[in-house]
């Protein structure tokens, strides 16, 4: 695997960054994604005294005060803490590792973004070390690493969180961690949809870059939270001119369709809206043999055309619709027991990560990725925190 190498400085007075500096050798990049880097502190309590101590609510979710960031501290200081490497993107690519690469101890999926030279940073670059995926991390040297805390009570679950560094990824820091090299090699290039809330410049062109390269086929971008595509609407719109894989849930999809004034009058429909919207087909390719060949499929939608973009819209227990601007369809879950249910953080992240690994071998038909999403989403769900047994 590609470790993290140390004392690598950058000259900027705020920001350095420890890279690494191999390059990986031929289309060996399975993905690379743009994640805002956290480490999730998972504790369980026998009372509420802890969430009293720094008024947070004893079940919901919510980002810390000034006030109340101590909790974080705290919490990393427990001895019977769980850690696990979190936020969005990383859950997936975490996973995804894990499912394309079981034995073969080697990075095939990278992640690039920010945190701090603190004990958060290093034990979230630990996490991943064991995981084998290849972290790519510019340090701030002001904010501290992201952190959410996750206060377990019986049936109550506070999240707590602070990102931190993460936010800080500016267009500059993809040359600072060498992300073209990794780019230009990779099968799938996926950029979170939090960075459409404070890093829309990198994230765009990260993808106009993918873009523009002959042989990428997947440029994935999530659409996060719903608030995310009711405030930022005008840059996951931005977004979307140079991706061709676009997934979320219903509620976000619908939310978005309304704010860019398209027809969400039922799920299907607003999940084929954004798959039609304001989409720019890639250059000619090249005679440059693509990363991972995505033809050849018997899934009806040919959605692997250049001037097709595909919207994967998850509902929980209900079908999974995935849609072009030429067609829509609907794929079956099983639904669940709730007996079966522990923690539902990080669903949607497992679920993807199980449709891309189906996705990246050839000849695997839509229906089959769902299945294979679902599967994975049911075992992440069935334990507490976003990662595989």
């Keep these: 695997m590609n470790d993290v190498n140390k004392g690598n400085a950058v000259d900027d007075d705020v920001d350095s960054v420890d890279n690494v500096k191999e390059k990986p050798t031929g289309s060996s990049v399975a993905l690379v994604a743009l994640a805002n880097p956290l480490l999730d502190m998972l504790i369980s309590v026998e009372d509420d005294s802890l969430t009293q101590k720094f008024g947070l609510p004893v079940h919901g979710q919510l980002e810390v005060t000034a006030e109340q960031h101590p909790i974080l501290d705290e919490v990393l200081k427990q001895a019977s803490v769980e850690y696990v490497a979190g936020g969005s993107a990383q859950n997936t690519v975490r996973i995804l590792q894990r499912l394309l690469l079981p034995t073969a101890h080697q990075s095939n999926c990278y992640v690039l973004g920010k945190i701090a030279r603190d004990d958060a940073g290093a034990i979230l670059q630990d996490l991943l070390r064991r995981d084998d995926v290849g972290a790519r991390y510019v340090y701030d040297e002001k904010l ?9 009570h019986g049936e109550m679950r506070c999240l707590a969180a602070d990102i931190g560094a993460a936010c800080g990824f500016q267009l500059e820091h993809l040359k600072q961690v060498d992300a073209f090299d990794l780019l230009s090699a990779a099968a799938v290039v996926y950029v979170e949809g939090f960075f459409a809330t404070h890093s829309l410049p990198a994230a765009l062109e990260a993808l106009r870059f993918a873009h523009r390269q002959a042989g990428h086929q997947l440029r994935l971008v999530s659409l996060s939270a719903p608030y995310v595509c009711l405030q930022y609407h005008h840059h996951i719109r931005e977004l979307l001119g140079y991706c061709n894989m676009v997934v979320g849930n219903e509620e976000e999809f619908v939310a978005l369709a309304e704010r860019l004034q398209l027809d969400a009058g039922d799920a299907a429909t607003a999940a084929q809206a954004i798959a039609a919207f304001d989409y720019i087909p890639p250059p000619l390719r090249k005679s440059k043999t693509p990363p991972t060949n995505f033809t050849q499929r018997e899934d009806g939608l040919q959605w692997w055309s250049p001037d097709e973009r595909l919207a994967v819209m998850t509902r929980g227990a209900a079908s999974v619709i995935c ?9 079956d879950v099983t639904p669940t027991p709730a007996q079966n249910i522990r923690d539902t953080t990080g669903a949607g992240d497992a679920f993807l990560a199980g449709f891309l690994s189906q996705l990246m071998t050839d000849a695997r038909s839509l229906h089959q990725c769902v299945l294979s999403a679902d599967r994975v989403a049911k075992i992440v769900i069935g334990q507490t925190g976003c990662h595989l047994p």
Excluded at 144 to 152: E, H, L, S
Aim: some cysteine.
């Design 323 to 331: 849609a072009t601007r030429h067609g829509v369809r609907h794929l």
């Design 144 to 152: 501290p690493t992201g952190c959410c805390a996750a206060i377990v």
